[in-house]
């Protein structure tokens, strides 16, 4: 096959989202990431909603620039539509019209291991409420050759290019918006994929980070809030010193401290009580407990074990 030349992008298996309008009156039901569970039914006056289904896989035939630009035009043209029924309160409509525009969005491409070789990865999840006046330019996925071998032509990512940053950042922002819908709809667990999905394309969006954060903290496991620490912390490095928003993450941060401390407290409590439970099954055909070991400060640091009838 002879190779391309450089503004096409070569072929490419592709996981599409079809999206297929339904009337108003129909329920909408959505994909595995959203459950496969019923919706409540579109608002009236919406003449149509959209129905996500399972995602799809088929190869194609190399993109070129035009069609890349005129896939970002479709893609802003509903993130647009999706604003206007996030302003209006509509989170599912919204939801679908972003998913919708970031179906519409080539992949983003990055290193799959040592050998050098390029692995596309179809990140069609979430999407979350945005604006457009974000300065901060997106990141790419860059990673080393490891391999001692000279890599081959096929082995090589191509550098980025402004058509390419655009994808980027058009990605980011849709998929932040997703999560501000999850968020809307009290699915957190869902709007922290999202937002880790604008994090890959743009690590430095703090709209992304933010939100998050938020959501690990409704989630208040141990892990979560940890990870709301991360960003919180995150959040501190990247905001300029000007920034209002820097206080407010700093009380974010100093009021988890507590409230992580207690999680990892009682998790790690659950934990042990499942432990002795076991320990007490398998001890019991001796005619012994877990109750029969003391541990005890031996003053180094550790702990001394001793026995007891």
Known sequence: MTKRQSSNIGIQHVRY???????????????????????????????????VAPDVDVEVEPVSEDEIRQSLKEAEDLKLEGNDYFRAGKWNEALNAYRSGFGRLPRRKEKESKSGKGKERDFRKEFDEDEDDR???PSEEEQKEDSDEAP????????????????????????????????????????????????????????ALQRRAACNEKIGTWSSLTSAQEDYNALINVLPPSSHQLGETRR????????????????????LDKLKGLG?????????????????PNGQGGYSMNFAR
Not at 27 to 51: C, L, R, T, Y
Not at 170 to 199: F, H, P, Q, W
Not at 252 to 271: D, F, I, T, V
Not at 280 to 296: H, R, W
């Open 135 to 137: 300065n901060a330019p």
């Open 152 to 207: 081959q032509d096929e082995d090589i990512l191509p550098e980025s290019t402004a058509l390419e940053k655009d994808c980027a950042k058009a990605r980011a922002v849709l998929s932040a918006n997703i999560g501000a819908c999850y968020m809307k709809l009290e699915e957190y667990k869902e709007a922290v994929t999202a937002c880790t999905e604008a994090l890959l394309d743009d690590p430095g969006y703090v709209k």
């Open 17 to 51: 989202t079809l999206v297929v309008p339904t009337s108003a009156k129909s329920d909408i039901w959505h994909s595995d990431k959203m459950n496969h569970s019923p919706q409540s039914e579109a608002s009236p006056g919406a003449e149509s909603a959209f129905v």
């Open 252 to 271: 974010a941060l100093q009021s988890l401290k507590p409230r992580l401390e207690a999680a990892q407290k009682a998790e790690m409590g659950e934990m």
């Open 280 to 296: 007490n099954s398998i001890l019991g055909n001796f005619g012994l407990s877990t109750d029969n070991f003391k541990f005890e």
